[in-house]
């Protein structure tokens, strides 16, 4: 990283950041371009393992993608606005992107990430709301599991 003393190296404080974000980018292998798609998402954190759980159709571009390659690479940020002047105007930000590999939940686990996702998203997620939910069939439920998670920050 170039701007080394903006690396964020600690585990608590990269979960921190992504906790705090509405939105990740999703990145997928396609064929002539990457392809980049904003989600809303829930996550967990099991001791140093990060997982993040996104929904979306069964069927469409992101399934297809997905069954061809399923390593993904999630964005993250907070913006914080501008500071400074002239020459010297910055951006007051927080990001993270991790790397891992993307799998479709079922049973019991997609379950978990529907509420992890309405938890994050909400604040609250009834469980039994979920299980009888008439949208519950057509809904996929991926799950991330991140090897790799980096961060940097710009804070005034």
Do not use: W
């Not at 910055?90 to 991790?98: E, L, M, P």
């Not at 993307?102 to 039994?128: N, Q, T």
């Amino acid at each position: 990283m170039r701007r080394s003393e903006r690396e964020i190296t600690d585990k608590d404080e990269l979960f921190e950041i992504l906790s705090g974000c509405q939105v990740i980018r999703l990145a997928l292998f396609d064929e002539k371009y990457p392809y980049i798609v904003p989600l809303s998402f829930g996550l967990e954190r099991k001791g140093e393992e990060i997982t993040v759980f996104f929904h979306c159709a069964n069927e469409g571009k992101k399934a297809d993608l997905l069954k061809e390659n399923d390593s993904v690479c999630i964005e993250a940020d907070c913006f914080g606005g501008y500071f400074g002047e002239g020459m010297n105007l910055t951006t007051a930000y927080k990001s993270v992107i991790g790397y891992g590999n993307c799998k479709k939940c079922e049973g019991e686990e997609k379950l978990r990430g529907l509420e992890l996702l309405l938890s994050h998203c909400k604040g609250e997620a009834d469980r039994s709301v979920l299980s009888k939910c008439a949208a519950l069939d057509v809904t996929a439920v991926y799950k991330i599991t991140l090897d790799e998670l980096t961060g940097k920050k710009n804070i005034q």
